[in-house]
């Protein structure tokens, strides 16, 4: 972690100097409808590389560039495929991610060498106008140490980057809670290489079905897709039944969906009273960064229903509970 702190702005108010830092090849951290994003120009690539040393992200792992609005896109790439300016008409602004052709303009840090880039339209106001205002296209993954928890509150970004960020806008806490789905739609059948906060269910609905592809072996062909990845600096284990609390004296915690575990443990978050997913996805995030802060030797964690958004929600705790750990 950076020692010292970056200037926080409100949202509301910041924008204008926020724009400034993007446009002088600065890093701003700001909030999307999914979670924060540590942004730059993305037509700049020593500030993109400030992205990768500010996250200590290895540099095979692609970035997702943001626009202001779905016109740019075309501006900036040229003609799409008419399944990509589909899926764009239907889901912009929003939690989709698509795959394109990477255009000229656009440095190959930002794409990890990559011929193809990801690109979407946040629905947040507040992100949509830093874009507009900074008059550049922001590559921007979220806002945290890379296979860290990620940020859908200010503070998160603040206590994990300090000040290798220049500028925080703080949006209050974000509204998905989990990241963008990820979709090549270039060929002859949508391919989801992220599963994420748009359901694989309305996808099939606008474009027929889908492949669902996510994870990665070797380079990512799309951001997010580690196996190993979102994980709390707590050790996670994910379990499929009841846990029975913690004996001899161990001090774990416990992360619900919907009723909390019987026994003693030593913290517990539940995600949705209600069994609501998409409250539950809004939580992930927030509910592990509480657990991760509360000292236990161990989290763990019970999978939600395995349908709509609760697929994402699922496939983040698989991640975190993989053998590998973050860096400290």
């Known amino acids: 972690m950076s020692t010292g702190a970056p200037r926080v702005l409100p949202a509301d108010s910041g924008i204008a100097e926020a724009a400034s830092v993007l446009r002088t090849g600065g890093l701003v951290a700001f909030p999307t409808e999914t979670v924060y994003g540590l942004g730059a120009n993305a037509l700049d690539a020593r500030a993109a590389a400030r992205i990768f040393e500010a996250k200590a992200r290895p540099s095979f792992d692609p970035l997702i560039t943001h626009l202001a609005d779905t016109a740019e896109l075309e501006k900036l790439v040229g003609p799409l495929p008419p399944a990509v300016a589909a899926l764009a008409e239907r889901f912009w602004p929003g939690p989709l991610t698509l795959i394109v052709d990477r255009p000229a303009a656009v440095p190959p840090i930002v794409t990890s060498g990559l011929d193809t880039m990801a690109v979407r ?3 947040h106001e507040h992100a949509r106008a830093l874009i507009a205002a900074a008059g550049v296209p922001v590559a921007a993954p979220s806002a945290n140490r890379f296979g860290q928890l990620s940020p ?8 994990g980057l300090g000040a290798a960020v220049d500028v925080v806008l703080d949006g209050g806490p974000t509204r998905c809670g989990i990241e963008s789905t990820i979709v090549d739609a270039r060929g002859e059948r949508p391919v989801v290489l992220r599963l994420g906060a748009l359901p694989v269910e309305a996808l099939e609905e606008a474009a027929g079905p889908v492949t669902v592809r996510p994870g990665s072996s070797g380079q990512p062909v799309a951001p997010g897709t580690l196996a190993a990845h979102y994980a709390p600096r707590t050790l996670l284990r994910l379990v499929s039944g ?11 915690g416990f992360l619900a969906f919907r009723d909390r575990p019987a026994g003693t443990w030593a913290a517990v978050e539940v995600l949705s009273p209600a069994g609501d997913l998409t409250e539950a996805a809004a939580r992930l995030f927030e509910a592990l960064h509480e657990l991760d802060g509360t000292g236990v030797d161990e989290i763990v964690v019970e999978p939600v229903p395995e349908v709509g958004v609760g697929r994402a929600i699922n496939d983040r705790l698989r991640r975190a509970a993989a053998t590998w750990r973050p860096a400290t």
């Open 242 to 252: 009841a846990e029975p609390a913690a004996a001899g004296g161990g001090r774990r």
């Open 152 to 159: 859908t509150r200010a503070e998160h970004v603040v206590r």
């Open 121 to 123: 339209v946040p629905d």
